[in-house]
């Protein structure tokens, strides 16, 4: 199983940036795909994340109507389109996988791509 995220890089404050991860070596359809970011000095913490079939969306309350996940089950991606970006949001963001299937969960986590939001 392969994760691999990519559209990182820098932009000024308030631009936008649009974020793919894209998955292998698992059907993806079933998997709840999640954002996660990683500013240096702090905990890696929840950005967006979309369920499976459904794709029923939620959000951090820190990028609520700014960011937009999204995905295409027959790409095997998923997507989170950043708008109105702050310096805050400056940080290694990552993709995760997530299946459970009771009593197992099985989770799968890709590399991370660096955003920095600087003028």
């Known amino acids: 199983v392969q994760l691999v995220e990519s559209g990182g890089g820098l932009v000024q404050p308030g631009g936008s940036l649009r974020l793919s991860c894209s998955a292998s070596g698992l059907t993806f359809s079933n998997y709840r795909m999640t954002w996660y970011r990683q500013a240096p000095g702090k905990e890696r913490e929840f950005v967006a994340l979309?369920?499976?079939?459904?794709?029923?969306?939620s959000y951090s309350d820190s990028v609520k109507g700014r960011f937009t996940i999204s995905r295409d089950n027959a790409k095997n991606t998923v997507y989170l389109q950043m708008n109105s970006l702050k310096p805050e949001d400056t940080a290694v963001y990552y993709c995760?996988?997530?299946?459970?299937?009771?009593?197992?969960?099985?989770?799968?986590w890709g590399q991370g791509t660096q955003v920095t939001v600087s003028s």
């Open positions: 995760k996988a997530e299946l459970t299937s009771f009593p197992s969960l099985v989770v799968y």
């Open positions: 979309i369920s499976g079939l459904n794709d029923i969306a």
